[in-house]
């Protein structure tokens, strides 16, 4: 073999030799740290725990322990206490709690039941529960004196449960079901409302007669008892029918049993929910007696399910601004009819004032004050005119225009902020328009109120 190989072989074998020797030596100063032997044994009150909703009891389960062995030798220790569905390795632990300086802690009915919601377990499932107390040195030497040290562990499982129970109130011979935690009901005798669940019954306190909210409070293991909160739902409302967006009756006082509305009501129909958001229409609502029942003082109804789907019609000629009136004490309602109102739920602008001219269709929409009650265009205007479509695709519509104009056909916007225009609704028969001046260009907040039919402009 000639030279240049040998080299070769001879380098590539002390190459190996020596990274056969450092993994060696790695091997040799790791170092397995032991575990200290648990001497606080944590104990768990009951091996097997159900909780209920009508505990009356404080404490459900609590756990104690002894001291650590680190604590007997006289070191510094910091305890805390961490639970967890059992072989989840503690990922889905409740918070760590500090437990420094006492050998037990508790739980209440309650906070195990804020648990067990938290790791998403139904009522009735029974589930293994692992606890653990952890003993933690805590240094008091210089940084370069300090050695770590594992902490000393001890564990604890029991079985932990919270009784499926059906929950009712009932007021004399009728019960009524807790849908989401909730019920509604229309009390007529205060005195005979209780809590049911199997044998269990306990009396509930109701102040008067009428609309009622009740509410399972797992906090306290509890009913709470108030006058309902109440939406208005439809398309007689400028919300139309969004779930999300319902405008809320307000209380007139603390007692909350008399609801109020004020503002505009357009064609169309309406009803009262008693839940705001979420998915789907099935849910209690207030509801007039008969289908398309009319804008009159009436008596109203509790409909669990918002069914049958009875609800109040609003004419054309009904629209304007209203106050309404809710009794749920006595469960009657109320219209109150202050103004008149043109009757549109959107309006446009159009123009070669506006950023989108004459375009169709017509892509600048007015926003609506709800506290106001005016339709709204916040934006730029330069030379040109503009009117206000009251529909969004064609020119074959009513137009919202000036009444009053030049001989031209014109009205200047102008720039003074008191500015305020009488407007009209107009299809075919002639065609006013707004004039913007070259010395009037600039950004300016128009303002349509179909109730007092004007437009006010005021420039920024």
């Known amino acids: ?92 632990s409740i918070p760590k709690v500090d437990v420094t300086g006492v050998n037990s802690i508790s739980f209440s009915p309650s906070q195990l039941k804020g648990f067990l919601d938290d790791w998403d377990i139904t009522d009735g499932t029974k589930v293994m529960v692992e606890a653990e107390v952890i003993a933690t040195l805590v240094e008091t030497e210089s940084i370069e004196t300090q050695k770590y040290e594992k902490p000393e562990v001890s564990k604890v499982t029991f079985e932990l449960t919270c009784r499926q129970e059906e929950i009712q109130i009932q007021i004399g011979g009728q019960t009524y079901p807790f849908v989401n935690n909730m019920a509604f009901i229309v009390v007529e005798n205060p005195s005979d409302v209780r809590c049911v669940s199997g044998s269990y019954s306990k009396n509930i306190s109701v102040p008067e007669k009428g609309l009622w909210f009740f509410g399972l409070n797992y906090e306290n293991r509890s009913i709470n008892v108030a006058r309902p909160q109440i939406w208005m739902l439809g398309d007689a409302d400028i919300n139309g029918w969004t779930l999300g967006g319902m405008p809320e009756m307000v209380a007139s006082d603390e007692s909350g049993k008399i609801k109020k509305w004020n503002g505009i009501l357009f064609p169309g129909e309406m009803k009262f929910p008693l839940t705001f958001g979420g998915e789907g229409f099935s849910r209690p609502y207030l509801m007039p007696m008969s289908e398309n029942a009319p804008l009159s003082n009436a008596s109203v109804q509790l409909l669990q399910t918002g069914y049958p789907d009875l609800k109040w019609k609003v004419n054309e000629s009904d629209a304007g601004e209203y106050n309404i009136t809710l009794d749920i004490e006595n469960m009657t309602i109320s219209f109150e009819k202050l103004h008149d109102a043109l009757p549109y739920r959107e309006i446009w602008i159009c123009g070669s004032a506006t950023s989108a001219g004459w375009t169709t269709p017509f892509p600048l929409k007015l926003n609506y004050d709800r506290n106001e009650k005016v339709f709204v265009f916040e934006g730029s205007l330069k030379q040109g005119e503009l009117k206000f479509p009251l529909a969004g695709s064609t020119y074959e519509i009513p137009f919202i225009m000036p009444k009053v104009v030049r001989p ?28 913007v001046e070259d010395y009037e260009v600039g950004d300016y907040i128009l303002k349509v109120d179909t109730i007092n039919k004007q437009m006010r402009a005021q420039k920024k």
Not at 429 to 434: F, G, I, Q, R
Request: proline share 3%.
């Open 408 to 435: 031209d056909g014109l009205m200047p916007i102008t720039n003074n902020y008191s500015n305020i225009h009488e407007i009209e609704v107009v299809k075919d028969a002639y065609d006013h328009k707004w004039k």
């Open 1 to 92: 073999m000639n030279t240049p190989m040998k080299n070769l072989i001879t380098k590539s074998a002390f190459f190996v030799a020596m990274l056969s020797l450092l993994v060696s030596c790695e091997k040799s100063v790791r170092i397995e740290l032991p575990t200290p032997e648990d001497q606080m044994h944590l104990n768990v009150s009951k091996e097997s725990v159900e909780i209920t909703f009508f505990s009356d009891e404080q404490t459900a389960v609590t756990f104690s322990w002894n001291t650590s062995g680190y604590a007997a030798q006289g070191r510094t220790v910091r305890y805390s206490f961490k639970m967890d569905i059992s072989g989840n390795n503690f990922e889905t």
